[in-house]
């Protein structure tokens, strides 16, 4: 089980200065869709560049032109390019395609998928790397989580792994490792913390079990 950090609501030099605390307690970085919004791929690139031994995930959530896009993060430096499963097959194949040619690897957000355990299985067929349960921003200030969502990825989802993101927080990790995602993400649950390095160092701790 891995352990990913969610940059969203920092800029370059605010978001390097967050891994730095951090680095030795996580596997994967997370240049999140604000981040890209404001700061353009060369957030992605400029994060490789400082810490070349993590896996840099570009939050790019792309819903067409797979295969473009995916390869320009690629280019920039990002390990785990995300996709919507809310998007067509075509652009989930050709986003694949173009990330085996750079050893990239594609991740699935589920965000707002309403048949899960169906778009899952298709999903899994198309041959991607993870399929990611997400309770976005606006879904968590209503009260939600991914936690059922994850249960239900995990008993149909045959060969991607599996990842989980929103609003996971220290408390509530232990509940998380339960269900043996292979990614857990976590933003705010560590950004947010007076002391981030506690924090991560106890996550990792309780992932690495
Ligand atoms: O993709 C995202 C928002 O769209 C976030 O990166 C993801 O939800 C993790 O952040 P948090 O733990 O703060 O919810």
Redesign the pocket.
Known sequence: MKLQL???LVNIPEGIAVVKEVEQFIDVV?I??PVVINEGLRAVKEMKEAFPNLTVLA?L?VMDAGGYEVMKASEAGAGIV?VLGATDDATIKGAVEEAKKHGSEILI?M?NIKDLAKRAQEVDALGVDYICV????DL?AAGETPFEQLKTIKSVVKNAKTAV????KLETLPGVIEAQPDLV?????I??ADDKKAVAAEMQRLIKG
């Open positions: 969610a940059l969203d997370e999140g869709t939050d959530k995300t957000d965000i997400h309770t976005g921003y968590q993101a929103g609003g996971i993400i976590v933003g705010g649950g950004t947010g």
